[in-house]
């Protein structure tokens, strides 16, 4: 048997970001996926071998994605509020609705526990490195992120961007 191509499948694990921000994690089907790329479930099944292996790299991608962009950050209050920036760019939307998604799926035991699991202790302890200096810099860092992504899907839900603006600055303020 022929040997997919690592290029493709990098392309297709990003295409398949991109439908889970559009189409939610719920209704997942190869089938789907790969009539909205263009592609066949069997090409997918060739390329992943299952729906679950394809959804496991796609949420890998996600969070190397995420851990990228909290690296990038400094410890300090500007660099927080860049990240808050980024978070809440409307060109970010797909990104976090598949973090919520995935967060919602890890709520019962079941394929996405550990993933979602992960998603949350990634970013957990990212933020922990860079606030090391302080007394309780896990404990603090929980508070930090854990009130973002509160704050964005807020914002996300009612789309009242001056008053989740304006709390996210207020925790950011208070935890930097």
């Known amino acids: 048997m022929r040997q997919p191509n690592q290029a493709r499948r990098d392309e297709l694990v990003a295409r ?37 292996q394809l959804l496991d790299l796609a949420f890998a991608e996600h969070r190397a994605r995420a851990v ?40 019962t035991d079941g394929p996405f526990t550990t993933v979602a699991r992960q998603a949350v202790t990634d970013w957990v302890d990212e933020v922990t490195t860079l606030l090391a200096d302080r007394d309780e810099p896990k404990v603090d860092a929980t508070v930090l992120v854990s009130g973002l992504k509160g704050i964005l899907l807020d914002l996300m839900v009612t789309g009242d961007r001056d008053r989740c603006v304006a709390a996210a600055h207020r925790l950011i303020g208070l935890m930097t």
Do not use: C
């Not at 066949?40 to 992943?48: E, I």
């Not at 300090?76 to 797909?94: F, L, S, Y």
């Open 16 to 52: 398949t970001l991109d439908y889970l921000a559009d189409h939610g994690l719920a209704e997942f089907t190869l089938r789907g996926l790969a009539a909205e790329i263009g592609t066949s479930a069997r090409m997918l099944v060739h390329y992943f071998g299952t729906r679950e």
């Open 68 to 107: 990228t962009a909290i690296k990038a950050a400094a410890g300090d209050q500007a660099a927080a509020r860049v990240a808050w920036d980024t978070m809440a760019d409307p060109a970010n939307r797909g990104h976090y609705v598949v973090l919520f998604h995935l967060l919602a799926a890890g709520l």
